[in-house]
T-cell receptor, first 109, second 115 residues
Framework: GEDVEQSLFLSVREGDSSVINCTYT??????LYWYKQEPGAGLQLLTY?????DMKQDQRLTVLLNKKDKHLSLRIADTQTGDSAIYFC?????????FGAGTRLTVKP | NAGVTQTPKFQVLKTGQSMTLQCAQD?????MSWYRQDPGMGLRLIHY???????DQGEVPNGYNVSRSTTEDFPLRLLSAAPSQTSVYFC??????????????FGEGSRLTVL
């Protein structure tokens, strides 16, 4: 099947920028998403980008999409300790949404 | 709004036992789905439904059954539990059209351990 891949861990200092990367293989993806999971909770949508866009900015979040390379990134500016969580990249096609394994972001004070 | 509600939150089963994980949503969503989350593997789709009376298999359907008799409810049945089904299970829903048209709303998860 198609794969969504992302690194498993990222550690940054409070106030720095975090960049979480993701690659996907399904070129027919319509939407690409970033979900956030806090401990003991379900996933919550953080942001998404339509496949015909290159960039989307939403307050501290910037999503970059390189469709040619099938590469998606999430940049969190001025990372705070409350941003510590697992971040999932996902792609959707028709009735399926495929998730990466999740990147655990640790923010050190 | 309650959103997506899953019960139970925790369950321990013995190999061979059967059980049902309940999922209910109050957002009038047509699309509902079940995922399992395993360490290092992300979420994998088990079964999904695009409306009452309609269900279909996802990536890892073996050992699980679903039904969708109402728009609100989408129970997941484990027929004969195996240790390989130890996992965290998430129910999710979205507006008509499925995840291809927007956000998935997730429940808080059900942690299942099979001994």
């Amino acid at each position: 099947g198609e794969d969504v891949e992302q690194s498993l861990f990222l550690s940054v200092r409070e106030g720095d920028s975090s960049v979480i990367n993701c690659t996907y293989t399904d070129s027919s993806s319509t939407y690409l998403y970033w979900y956030k999971q806090e401990p003991g909770a379900g996933l919550q949508l953080l942001t998404y980008i339509f496949s015909n866009m290159d960039m989307k900015q939403d307050q501290r979040l910037t999503v970059l999409l390189n469709k040619k390379d099938k590469h998606l990134s999430l940049r969190i500016a001025d990372t705070q300790t409350g941003d510590s969580a697992i971040y999932f990249c996902a792609e959707s096609t028709h009735n399926d949404m495929r998730f990466g394994a999740g990147t655990r972001l640790t923010v050190k004070p | 709004n309650a959103g997506v509600t899953q019960t139970p939150k925790f369950q321990v089963l013995k190999t061979g036992q059967s059980m049902t994980l309940q999922c209910a949503q109050d957002m009038n969503h047509e699309y509902m789905s079940w995922y399992r989350q395993d360490p290092g593997m992300g979420l994998r789709l088990i079964h999904y439904s695009v409306g009452a009376g309609i269900t279909d298999q996802g990536e890892v359907p073996n050992g699980y059954n679903v039904s969708r008799s109402t728009t609100e409810d989408f129970p997941l049945r484990l027929l004969s539990a195996a240790p390989s089904q130890t996992s965290v299970y998430f129910c999710a829903s979205s507006y008509q059209g499925g995840p291809n048209t927007g956000e998935l709303f997730f429940g808080e998860g059900s942690r299942l351990t099979v001994l």
